[in-house]
């Protein structure tokens, strides 16, 4: 396993600051809150503190001597998608399960941390902690983006924080000029890596500029102005029939009064749209639209890469060009992790950079996200690129 124990906080102490950060993202809810699922793609917060709890369990806890899991039962509920470990509850349908309650989940996260306590010191055991803790800040960030679908879905718009976001000063949009040539890409064995950020390897790139930052909010009500959802000869065949299919006119979240006053679903409820933030909640297909309109495109995620120390990054994920595929010469994970990212190098489009919902010191420039081309509901975005 890829996972040296390179970092200036002793693992216990990270451990712990992780963990609470956990519950602290969930301390604004409600136990009802915390248990909807407002889409077979989203789960429940209450689903994300069990499943990570269930990590380091199965993972770490079940290598420990004389360790006895808190209820044997909730490794068939809380298992996401490890087929070696045996069956599990279907992920459509973790709204259903009511029990165990959110207490129960919480006093089950505390035996885990008293038993983890005995664990920091045997070196066997470091990986594998490691690896739950980013583990757990990848579900970190999913709490976020899949409370922020269920409060959208319900009617009274709920507000989970009450900060308000601050307003975005206008930034100019530069051009950045690379002038290609072989490029090293992946992760350099320095710290902590998912398998799929590796191995480091040589990609030979062509000429080219890229943004110095996303695209914002009012450039892409230009998009929109122009007849952007309604014009076909900018989409991709699949994105053009979701377009149909979904009735698609502005970004997830975007809304419009009465009065026609714009105004976006936030995290702190309604806000005005602020023209100048990064636009965000766009599917790769409104990326690639987007992009064709401008006549441009989409950087490939080597090319994001390697320019990726010239530009600011971390606002929003921001779609590539590039299906998400395993590099020459991956190799998964041993053991139980061996299923973590491989089984999905099919069918899904890289993002890279990280957002506003991602968790501190979680960002790196080799970080590869990834999800299904018609995915809104993510902190997404876009950036632009171009042939010289």
């Not at 689903?47 to 360790?67: I, K």
């Not at 922020?148 to 009617?155: D, G, I, T």
């Not at 899904?348 to 950079?353: E, P």
Request: charged content about 20%; aromatic content about 14%; proline content about 8%.
């Amino acid at each position: 396993m890829k996972a040296a124990v390179q970092q200036s906080v002793p693992l216990a102490q990270a451990y712990a600051a992780i963990r609470a950060h956990s519950v602290a993202l969930a301390a604004p809810l409600s136990a009802e809150d915390a248990g909807v699922q407002s889409m077979p793609d989203a789960s429940p917060v209450k689903w994300h503190l069990a499943h990570t709890n269930w990590f380091f369990e199965t993972v770490v806890l079940s290598q420990v001597p004389g360790y006895r899991p808190f209820d044997s039962r909730f490794a068939y509920l809380f298992n996401s998608y490890y087929e070696a470990l045996g069956p599990r509850h279907p992920r459509p349908r973790r709204g259903l399960i009511t029990r165990p309650s959110l207490d129960q989940v919480y006093a089950w996260r505390a035996h885990v941390d008293a038993a983890m306590a005995g664990a920091f010191d045997d070196e066997s055991l470091q990986d594998a902690i490691l690896l739950g803790l980013h583990h757990e800040q990848q579900h970190q960030e999913l709490i976020l983006t899949d409370i922020k679908h269920a409060f959208f879905s319900n009617p009274l718009l709920p507000t989970y924080c009450a900060a308000a976001p601050a307003p975005h000063a206008i930034t100019p949009l530069d051009r950045i000029s690379l002038p290609g040539g072989v490029s090293l890409i992946g992760h350099d064995g320095g710290g902590f890596a998912f398998d799929n950020e590796s191995p480091r390897h040589q990609v030979l790139l062509q000429p080219f500029r890229i943004a110095s930052r996303p695209v914002s909010n009012s450039e892409y009500k230009a998009f929109i102005a122009d007849g952007g959802y309604r014009r076909a000869e900018f989409w991709l065949s699949d994105g053009w029939a979701r377009v149909q299919e979904e009735a698609w006119e502005a970004p997830l979240y975007w809304l419009k009064d009465n009065d026609g006053t714009e105004s976006v679903f936030t995290l702190s409820g309604v806000q005005p749209l602020d023209p100048n933030a990064p636009v965000e909640h766009v599917s790769f297909f409104e990326a690639a639209a987007y992009a064709a309109w401008a006549k441009v495109r989409l950087p490939t995620e080597f090319e994001w890469e390697t320019a990726a120390p010239l530009f600011a990054h971390g606002a929003v994920w921001e779609w590539t060009r590039s299906s998400y595929d395993p590099y020459p010469g991956f190799k998964a994970f041993e053991g139980i992790a061996a299923e973590y990212n491989g089984k999905f190098m099919v069918g899904q489009v890289v993002l890279r950079g990280g957002s506003v919902a991602t968790p501190p010191g979680h960002i790196r420039s080799t970080y590869r996200n990834f999800f299904p081309p018609a995915t809104r509901w993510q902190f997404s975005g876009i950036r632009l690129a171009e042939d010289i």
